[in-house]
């Protein structure tokens, strides 16, 4: 039998090699993509040996949006899943003081990252199948003081996700969006994380896993923040200006 493949986008980050692992273990074959791809050498051949699949790797930018329909069309087979776990959490200080900064963040987290599911989703339209999953971000949920730059970013890409989930649904092509809260990550260390709100990398791949094998459209990976973000986006704006949350 046919062994599947599954594209990550992003494929450096703490989550994407999660995500690899746990669609590895499963059988799948990959396809790594990343800036300075060469650099996942070591994963590739611990991947390959380990689970006995064929790992390949791909040079990828996210922000170079122009060669985005080359890529797809250089890859070595059309995959059947995609994971695109391509971000940037910047700093929202830095942003707020530096417009480049903040058009960094934001085309890291939504325009790279939809232009490159836009050119994946007319392709799995065309052949009739597949699956797209992006991990958002609870961030976009609602603008907070403290990150709605990262936050704006996001809340465009869920609702990227949404849009693209609605057109492709009767076209055989699945649209997953992942709203994974904190992630104990290389991007949030230092950071005062509360431990029941912070998941680690491989709860985020086995969620991923879940939702693809189960169809799901929308997931939290810690139910929690479910109930977290209902209560913040019920408080009334004439609070909610107030607080610093």
Known sequence: MTRKTALILGARSDIALAV????????????LAAREAGRLADDRADLELRHGIAVSLHDFDALAIEGHTAFVAGLPVLPDLVVCAVGFMGDQTASEGD?????????SNFEGPASILAVLGNAFEARGSGTLVGISSVAGE?????NYIYGSAKAGFTAFLSGLRNRLAKKGVHVVTVLPGFVATHMTEGMDLPARLTARPEEVATAIRSAVER??????????WRF??????AIPERVFKTMRI
């Open 215 to 224: 169809r799901r459209d929308v997931i939290h990976v810690r139910r929690i």
């Open 142 to 146: 609602r603008g907070r003081a403290v």
């Open 20 to 31: 690899a692992r746990e669609f590895a273990a499963a059988g799948w074959d990959l396809q």
């Open 99 to 107: 417009p480049a900064a903040a058009v960094l963040v934001m085309r």
């Open 228 to 233: 977290v973000m209902l209560v913040i986006r």
